[in-house]
């Protein structure tokens, strides 16, 4: 959440920092803060506020920070409430600033050791931490501020992106990139850091990515990278970013842009909230632990896409943090009688924030004595946000196709961390844990490889092209991804689709099965598939035509009246998110042999903010 700024030029760098902070508001953050070196005294000035970025515009307008060299930063805070004192960035003997994603797990370890070597904590942050020992490190040295930063990251533990400067080399910014991003903006004479480009589009289009382990040496005429211990080159890429989330570039739609970005997007939702065994739930945010800490139940509310999504969060919580879990339609929740259990958390979720049902339900809800209220939202600024406890952000980035894709799969994605922050505290082992964030961290690799279905989806979809109808199916945790299929299919194609458990099928559904009717199946290869393959033949037997999207060990064949899609083997955890990318495609292709809006879908809007 957090947004990282950083400037060299030969001219006044405050209005670029700010402007850079603005661009990554909507990130969401609770302070702001710039540090820059000052020309005719060579100390730094740092200013840091409480609020919007606004408010530190407003400070530095009425003392002009008129350096050429500097950082700055949006705080969400993780370690330590939102305090001017918190907010970055944090100092080390007026000569060190630090600005800092991610969270430090052993701070706690080191700042022990500082404090016994006579450093002054001022702050309750993690990043303090960094200041400090970087700076005992150049006090022992004095002569390579690029390897003090180097020796004193190799003894943080934990995700983070940062970046240093220094008075007393006043012509480098240091930046690190350890599992929270960094890009350096390459400019004329002039040279940018960034955690995120679009920070930087008011100057430059052209940006290095740092990879995982990468620390950089940036002046205004040359960038030096290292990894370990290593000089690397990095290819400069250009960006026309100011369009760059607006235009489709070479994909038909919107939609299929979205669909294809889903690695990427999931990518940034894991950043800087995993290590490499464990997740890092202070990232949650400074209110997350409090709440989570008495949660005894969870009450989930959300609509369409979202309710889905909760759907898929029941069988985690349940099944893995062995907590009792419910799950309502926004819409209904608050035209019921309530029993609220003690300690229960409140989840809303809502892709925009500002569902008029979903936030009706929070209100009401606060009316009924719940434990807390979490929002998990795609957009920092909404109505959902400020009136929630506290907040896990998706990071999909804008979505523009009224059907939502990538929205859905990280709020999946952010459901399963929460799913893991509540089983630690119901017994789930390190070694537990270390396997579900083994499995997080390959998610986008695996979500890329079920992409590349894409042509055999776009075969099978010719066979849609006249239906009316169809049916989808699923077992267990399926049963919700099969409904999500079913709804994205009727939503742009505008054919009839309905998702049963498979187990329901002879309770009715049955009824409809005849050679008109596609039946679309998810079967992953899971304690559930033996008896979903009795649900298949009983489809068959009534002369039905399968759609099978199965796991490539679960022993189905092709025949006449099934047509397999193998998708790529993922674990049991990793398997609802997986399975949703071929049902949106084979919607998605669907819509297209029908001629259909397939981003503007009739009688939607892309936010529904009426009852």
Not at 396 to 418: P, Y
Request: aromatic fraction near 6%; charged fraction near 20%; charge should be negative.
């Amino acid at each position: 959440m957090c947004g990282i700024v950083g400037a060299i030029a030969q001219r006044p760098i405050a209005g670029i920092l700010i402007e850079g902070l603005r661009r990554l508001e909507y990130r969401g953050y609770d302070s702001a803060g710039l540090a820059v070196l000052e020309p005719q005294t060579h100390t730094l000035r740092c200013l840091k506020t409480v609020g919007k970025v606004q408010a530190l515009s407003d400070a530095e307008k009425a003392a002009p920070a008129l350096g050429n060299i500097g950082i700055a930063h949006t705080r969400w805070a993780t370690h330590g409430k939102p305090e001017q004192r918190n907010a970055h960035p944090q100092e080390s003997s007026a000569s060190i600033a630090v600005v800092h994603n991610g969270i430090i797990e052993n701070f706690q370890e080191l700042k022990n050791e500082l404090c016994a070597d006579g450093y002054e904590f001022v702050s309750d942050t993690d990043t303090e931490v960094a200041a400090h020992l970087i700076h005992k490190i150049w006090q022992q040295q004095q002569t390579d501020f690029f390897g003090c930063v180097r020796q004193a990251i190799a003894r943080l533990s934990g995700a983070y992106g940062l970046a240093v400067i220094n008075s007393e080399q006043p012509d480098t910014i240091i930046a690190a990139r350890s599992g929270s991003p960094i890009v350096i903006g390459v400019g004329i004479g002039e040279n940018f850091i960034a955690s995120d480009p679009s920070a930087l589009g008011q100057v430059t289009d052209r940006f290095i990515y740092l990879e995982e382990g990468d620390i950089a040496a940036v002046t205004r005429d040359s960038i030096t990278i290292y990894n370990a211990e290593r000089p690397v080159k990095r290819e400069v890429q250009r960006l026309h970013l100011d369009n760059d989330e607006v235009l489709k570039g070479h994909y038909r739609h919107y939609m299929q842009k979205e669909i294809f970005e889903q690695p990427e997007v999931i990518k940034n939702t894991l950043q800087g909230r995993l290590s490499k065994t464990q997740v890092l739930e202070q990232s949650f945010g400074v209110a997350a632990q409090e709440f989570l800490d008495r949660t005894k139940s969870v009450q989930m509310v959300a609509c369409g896409t979202s309710y889905h999504a909760c759907m898929v969060a029941k069988f985690w919580i349940e099944s893995i943090a062995g907590i009792p879990c419910q799950v309502d339609v926004a819409s209904e929740f608050r035209y019921r009688k309530v029993l609220v259990p003690p300690d229960c958390l409140f989840v809303t979720i809502s892709q925009s924030g500002e569902t008029a049902d979903t936030l009706a339900a929070l209100r009401y809800a606060k009316t009924l004595g719940y434990g807390g209220f979490l929002a998990v939202c795609n957009v920092a600024n909404s109505s959902l946000v400020r009136e929630s406890d506290f907040t896990l952000l998706t990071f999909a980035g804008r979505e523009i196709g009224v059907a939502s894709t990538k929205a859905f799969t990280t709020q999946l994605t952010v459901l399963a961390l929460l799913t893991l922050a509540l089983a630690k505290r119901g017994g789930l082992s390190a070694e537990q844990e270390k396997q579900y964030v083994r499995d997080l961290n390959q998610l986008p690799a695996i979500i890329s490889d079920t992409l590349a279905l894409d042509e055999d989806i776009k075969q099978l979809s010719n066979d849609f092209d006249e239906k009316h109808h169809a049916l989808f199916l699923g077992r267990g945790i399926e049963y919700p991804v099969a409904k999500e299929g079913a709804l994205k299919l009727k939503e742009i194609s505008y054919i009839h689709a309905e998702a049963y458990p498979a187990g329901e099928l002879k309770h009715g559904p049955l009824a409809l099965v005849d050679a008109d009717m596609p039946v679309v199946v998810v079967a992953p290869n899971n304690e559930l598939l033996e008896k979903l393959k009795s649900n298949l033949q009983e489809v068959s037997a009534r002369g039905g035509q399968l759609y099978v999207f199965a796991d490539r060990e679960a022993g189905l064949q092709n025949n006449p009246g099934l047509k397999l899609l193998n998708v790529p083997h993922c674990s049991k955890f990793l398997e609802p998110i997986v399975y949703t990318i071929p049902l949106q495609l084979l919607a998605y292709h669907v819509a297209v042999q029908r001629g259909t809006d397939v981003d503007r879908p009739r009688n939607l809007a892309k936010s529904v903010t009426v009852e």
